[in-house]
């Protein structure tokens, strides 16, 4: 039976003076809708993707839209036009969804398995010094049943006898233009090429079943949370033998109580009081590691950075680590007994006014978050 051909405005569901927008807009909801990856088998929505496919070609060219909107599906047999296959609406919807977008969808051949991507909790400590861990990794791993085939021990998958392995059957049409040749996925072997005629008991004919999987990981000295690292083929196993994905591994950093990280370097706010910022004090401070000695010198001011060298962090790969930079902040007393507020008076006796802010006092600030 002849087909006729819908038109391509109604395929779309649009006006006839839709913008480039709204065009866009109804082909990527439709296509999305009916990509065969998602309606498996479903032959109605493989020829609704197709039928989508070729009246977003025309109309999204303001050549062919023009000629169609001339001459209507007549206008299809000028040469140009060219024949719109499946394969074109596969092309169509990678191009317009950027190479990928379909998930990796290859025709022929078993698909490939999901990508992963982890993130892993680790204290500030790790971070800074590295470590090593064990992760356990919930993911869809071969079935060792029917090591991946699908098929039930004893049996094995063979060769799809609609498509003889190419994973495409080409299906010759009446259209009212004469005959044309369709290229589909096949719909038996959903374009893998092969069959299970006894699926595996274990697996149920996928190949594969969900597994946890255990694996070492390093976690590199000076780790930010912006870096990813990738374990090749560490990912999902594809159903019926397909190709392993990848596991990308992120990690999430616990705060430190007391060190706040600013690049290579940490931050520390080190309270001192009125008199040891007067008098000068020796003070122990914390660090990543352990405990450090500052000597702070009489006559510090507020705001001052005193740099303890070398015991910032790492770089996650040159190794150079930075420092840690302690920030005076003076605490000014608000609550004052009867015997502290007659010592602050007299000094207030004695001082007058204060001395004017020494130049570069903004300028240290800044130093200390670069
Ligand atoms: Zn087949
Ligand atoms: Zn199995």
Request: charged fraction near 25%; charge should be neutral.
């Amino acid at each position: 039976m002849a087909t006729v051909k819908r038109d391509y405005y109604e395929v779309l569901g649009v006006e006839r003076n839709a913008s480039g927008d709204e065009l866009k807009k109804a082909y990527r909801r439709l296509a999305m809708e009916f990509h065969p990856d998602r309606n498996q088998g479903d032959k109605a929505a493989e020829d609704r993707f197709k039928e989508v496919g070729e009246a977003y070609s025309v109309l999204s060219d303001p050549q062919k839209r023009q000629r169609y909107d001339s001459f209507g599906h007549a206008g299809d047999s000028m040469p140009d036009f060219g024949g719109f296959s499946f394969d074109s609406a596969f092309d169509l919807f990678d191009m317009f969804f950027g190479g990928g977008g379909g998930g990796g969808r290859r025709r022929g051949g078993p698909q490939p398995g999901a990508d992963l991507r982890m993130n892993v909790d680790i204290t500030f400590e790790e971070s800074v010094f590295g470590a090593g861990r064990t992760i356990e990794v919930p993911r869809k791993g071969m079935c060792a049943e029917c090591s991946g085939s699908g098929a039930a021990p004893g049996s094995q998958a063979v060769q799809c006898p609609d498509c003889g392995g190419t994973g495409q059957v080409r299906r010759a049409v009446q259209s009212i233009f004469g005959q044309m040749v369709n290229v589909s996925a096949c719909p038996r072997c959903h374009g893998e090429g092969r069959t299970v005629a006894q699926p595996c008991p274990t697996c149920h004919g996928q190949g594969r079943v969900d597994e946890r999987q255990t694996l070492d990981i390093t976690i590199p000295a000076g780790v930010d949370e912006d870096v990813t690292l990738r374990y090749g083929g560490q990912g999902e196993a594809g159903p019926r033998g397909g190709t392993r994905g990848d596991l990308y591994v992120g990690f999430r950093i616990a705060p430190h109580p007391h060190l706040v990280r600013r690049g290579q370097d940490l931050l520390y706010e080190l309270p001192v009081s009125v008199p040891q910022a007067v008098l000068g004090d020796r003070i122990t401070v914390p660090t990543v590691s352990s405990e450090h000695q500052i000597e702070l010198p009489p006559g510090t001011q507020h705001g001052r950075v005193v740099k303890i060298a070398g015991m910032g962090v790492p770089h996650v790969r040159s190794g150079r680590r930075g420092d840690q930079l302690c920030i005076v902040h003076v605490a000014v007393p608000t609550h004052l007994n009867a015997g502290q507020r007659h010592l602050y008076e007299q000094l207030g006796e004695r001082e007058g006014k204060p001395a004017e802010v020494k130049k570069g006092f903004f300028d240290s600030i800044r130093g200390a978050f670069r």
